[in-house]
């Protein structure tokens, strides 16, 4: 059984809008927000998005969609029926896609068609959105925010990249802002801006158009010098994100598994959240063995079929050989040692982590992969209820 807390997501759909799930890769984060937005949409009649900007191809398998998008797509109330599920509200789901995301932000930003286009139709444009200083992230923060105001959904749980990567992501809007303000940009536009260039500067240009060639120096100038006209713009739009983020209607679950590896990087980002005062509301530690591998009593069993294996075996079938039952028994009863090793050692991590969130969540290893809305619809319920 999952050890959960029910006031959990109670608390969560009766005061939050936005809940962030993050940590590190390859935990079971994209499926646990999945399964939290099937299971409010189910419990609650509420509106809800789910929002993955890192994405997973099983993500769109699992909800019977053929795929997932930049536009948000609603999962029909056919599809729960047809897995025998009810909904109370609606359930949508939209991936992110950065180029789309970043079109959409030109045209809004630019203070002009006439600037829009200058931009959209740059030669680096489409390679500068690629690689672009925190692209991504900000891009992610700028697509989550647009959502939110909407006010179309009542909770849009947020998939967000692995742990680091997610760093980024909270820093984005800040960084970005910087980013404009930066030597570095002034460099690169001012002799664009005008014929007069310094002495100091000449050198650098000169060198940098002998190694990289006056036009692509000046793409890049009329790029940012188009771009920098929306200065204004994105700096407030900057603030905006940063504050729906520390916002007491955005809450964060950090999702990890308590192998050594993960569990660090877990309590990385929440000492990172705690740092930032940003409200960490649930920890769901993943893939946890059964509380049973605990047991005082099965320990002295195990122990005792290492040590009398042989004479356990003894007792068998003489149609059984007795040499390979006794080893047999022997690794049975050692693989039982080991397992338990790994469960106090988990034990001993959920309890340094149970103080780290207002509510902390168990879940244990399925038996069967998560691939379809029944599965996700079993790990909500494993849970949040």
């Known amino acids: 059984m999952a050890r959960t807390n029910n006031l959990a997501i109670d608390d969560i759909v ?12 390859g935990v079971g984060k994209t499926t646990t927000a999945a399964a939290t937005g099937v299971y409010v949409a189910m419990k609650y009649p ?51 896609d950065t180029k789309l995301s970043w079109d959409s932000l030109i045209r ?7 600037t829009a286009k200058t931009i959209l139709s740059n030669p680096l444009y489409q390679n500068i959105t690629g690689r672009f200083v925190q692209s991504h992230e900000y891009i992610a923060m700028e697509r989550l925010y647009d959502l939110h105001s909407s006010g179309k959904y009542d909770l ?52 940098a158009d002998r190694i990289l060639g006056s036009q692509f120096l000046q793409d890049i100038a009329e790029f940012f010098i188009a771009f920098q006209s929306m200065y204004d713009g994105f700096v407030v739009r900057a ?13 964060f679950m950090v999702v990890s598994t308590l192998e050594l590896v993960p569990a660090r990087e877990a309590k990385f980002f929440v000492d990172e959240l705690n740092k930032r005062d940003l409200d960490l509301s649930t920890l769901v530690l993943n893939k946890v063995l059964p509380a049973s591998f605990r047991s005082k009593s099965a320990r002295e069993l195990a122990e005792r079929l290492m040590q009398e294996s042989q004479k356990i075996a003894s007792n068998f079938s003489t149609d059984l050989d007795e040499t390979r039952t006794a080893r047999v028994l022997f690794e049975i009863g ?8 790994v469960s106090l050692q988990e034990a001993s991590l959920e309890k340094h982590f149970s103080t780290s969130a207002q509510h902390t969540c168990t879940i244990p290893f399925f038996d069967e992969d998560i691939n379809d809305l029944n599965g996700l619809s079993r790990l909500g319920q494993k849970l949040w209820s």
């Open 14 to 25: 009766a005061s939050k809008e936005v809940l962030v799930a993050c940590g590190p890769g």
């Open 156 to 207: 849009i749980v947020v998939d967000t990249p692995p742990t680091r990567n997610a760093l980024d992501f909270l820093d984005a809007p800040e960084r970005m802002a910087d980013f404009f303000a930066s030597r570095l940009l002034r460099w690169l536009i001012t002799p664009y801006r005008s014929r007069l260039v310094n002495i100091a500067s000449k050198p650098f240009y000169q060198v």
């Open 239 to 251: 603030e905006s994100v940063k504050h729906l983020l520390s916002d007491s209607r955005t809450t």
């Open 334 to 341: 050692q693989s039982f040692e080991n397992f338990q090793n």
């Open 108 to 114: 809004r930003h630019a203070k002009d068609a006439a």
């Open 46 to 96: 509420k509106n809800v998005l789910v929002l993955t900007i890192d994405p997973a191809k099983r993500l769109a398998n699992a909800l019977g969609l053929e795929g997932i998008g930049n536009d948000e797509i609603e999962v029909s109330a056919e599809s729960f029926s047809d897995a025998k599920l009810k909904i109370k509200g609606t359930l949508s789901v939209s991936m992110l």
